[in-house]
């Protein structure tokens, strides 16, 4: 009793200290599933952002390893908790910096399933079988999840439980963005102003949050992705970037241009060079005249290994002190605590239900 009045009174100050540092802040949320590896697709289309949103003095940015989404459909326990910690090491090396944002577990914060099963009372199934990547990730499963369905349901949860103001979101996210804002809608209606309507922030360049396959450049580059050739991941080797670039589709044409709808293979390697070096695709394409495919191939290589030597070295050494990327965890899960408490206690006051933490 006495050790539940101390944590109390503790909880109860790191929130004030918390109020008071971020009053009148705009809150960012975000999150990433642990699974797989942390690839160029994921940073340029997603993490650069958070890394360049942190640094707004006038933003709280709150980002989240989403592990309770990636038991979605089957999954392996143990690899899980590895994938957790690489992904944090990942982030960590990609310039996610703790002391300026809120790096969290999603599965450390009970409060989100909480939330979740009061904003099921808000949702019809009909309203979620229609969205687009439930139907893709459900074709050909001989039994369908419930967890599958109600997966932007728990996304939603993930983000109004910080009350966000503003919310990162590729193409693929946008369908479940506007469930997010119908709910955020339908409980300050049902049961009084409580949440903003969190707005979506989209990549400034528009083909950093396309890039594609280098195996199957009709699909997106993805973590899921059974042949990992398709993606350059942020740890991998000089040697095997130039392999899987070697390796990458293009097409029977030699010459460098960029025009995705007839040559996304050739497209999606320029577009890979202007993120490295900044230049329009225009402008690689006119610097690399002189080169066939296969020479560009070679210092697209040179290129993208110098962009992402100081990340994997950051990454390996990170990967040797699993101490330090645990201490992070736990002061990001205290912080992220802080703030979904007195939300849920909100919540639970306005819809009759009892919270006793």
């Known amino acids: 009793m006495f050790a539940m009045k101390i944590y109390r009174k503790f909880f109860r100050l ?12 705009r809150i960012v949320f975000s999150g990433i599933q642990p699974t797989g590896s942390l690839h160029i697709g994921n940073y340029f289309g997603a993490i650069k952002l958070w890394t360049e949103l942190q640094n707004d003095s006038g933003k709280q940015c709150i980002f989240s390893v989403v592990d309770l989404h990636s038991i979605t459909l089957k999954h392996n326990p143990e690899q899980l908790k590895i994938d957790k910690f690489t992904m944090v090491a990942s982030l960590l090396a990609c310039g996610v910096d703790p002391e300026k944002c809120i790096l969290f577990l999603q599965s450390s914060i009970p409060h989100h399933t909480y939330l979740t099963w009061i904003l099921t009372t808000l949702i019809s199934p009909a309203r979620l079988d229609n969205i687009s990547q439930y139907r ?35 193409e693929d996210q946008l369908q479940h963005m506007y469930v997010v804002r119908d709910l ?10 409580t949440f903003p309507l969190p707005e979506m922030i989209t990549s400034p360049n528009k083909f950093a949050v396309r890039l594609k396959s280098l195996r199957q450049p009709d699909k997106k580059m993805s973590k899921s992705e059974v042949d990992s050739k398709g993606r350059i991941e942020i740890s991998d080797s000089p040697e095997s970037i130039r392999e899987k670039i070697k390796k990458a589709v293009t097409d029977s044409t030699s010459r460098v241009t960029f025009d995705p709808s007839t040559r996304p293979g050739v497209s999606n390697l320029v577009a890979i060079w202007s993120l490295c070096t900044g230049e329009t695709h225009e402008k690689v394409c006119e610097n690399s005249k002189n080169l066939d495919t296969a020479k560009f191939k070679m210092h697209l290589a040179d290129n993208l290994i110098e962009y992402l030597k100081p990340f994997r070295l950051k990454y390996l050494d990170l990967m040797k002190n699993q101490d330090f990327i645990t201490d992070v965890m736990r002061h990001g899960n205290a912080r992220a605590s802080s703030i979904a408490e007195p939300t849920l206690r909100q919540v639970c006051a306005k819809t009759g239900l009892s919270l006793n933490l």
């Open 136 to 170: 893709e990730k459900s074709q050909g499963l001989k039994s369908i999840p419930l967890s599958l369905l109600m997966y932007p349901v728990l996304q939603s949860a993930d983000i109004i439980l910080y009350k966000a103001n503003e919310v990162p979101v590729g």
């Open 184 to 193: 955020v809608e339908k409980f300050n209606v049902n049961f009084g102003e």
């Open 14 to 25: 790191i929130h004030r200290s918390y109020c008071s540092k971020v009053e009148e802040k």
